[in-house]
């Protein structure tokens, strides 16, 4: 699956890596806000790899509010982002009219 190769989450522009050796064995992503490095797992899944980005940026939303978001919250949170975002394809283009709208 193509990606880009950063993503902007909240004030943070994050770099995506495919390599699986900054993983631990057994993880299939990781965000490193000390290296504004995201990383995902080569060779999953769409489906596995969207939700594990969606899973990695909320542990940024985490960082963010100096909280922490931990596996079993990130997993829900996640996933129930995923189904918003597949259940409303036209949510982008929603978001995106909105802010056409706010900055008229
Ligand atoms: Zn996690």
Known sequence: MKLPDT?????????????????NANDIGACRMSTGE?????????????????HEFCHVYGALWDGEVDERQANRLSGFLYAILRD?????ALVARAERE???
Not at 7 to 23: A, E, I, N, W
Not at 88 to 92: D, F, K, M, T, Y
Request: hydrophobic letters at 35%.
């Open 88 to 92: 409303n394809p036209g949510l982008q």
């Open 38 to 54: 995201l990383v995902v797992r080569d060779g999953l899944t769409p489906q596995e790899t969207v939700l594990t980005l969606l």
């Open 102 to 104: 706010t900055s008229e």
């Open 7 to 23: 993503f902007q989450v909240g004030p943070y522009t994050l770099k995506l890596s495919r390599d699986s050796r900054l993983l």
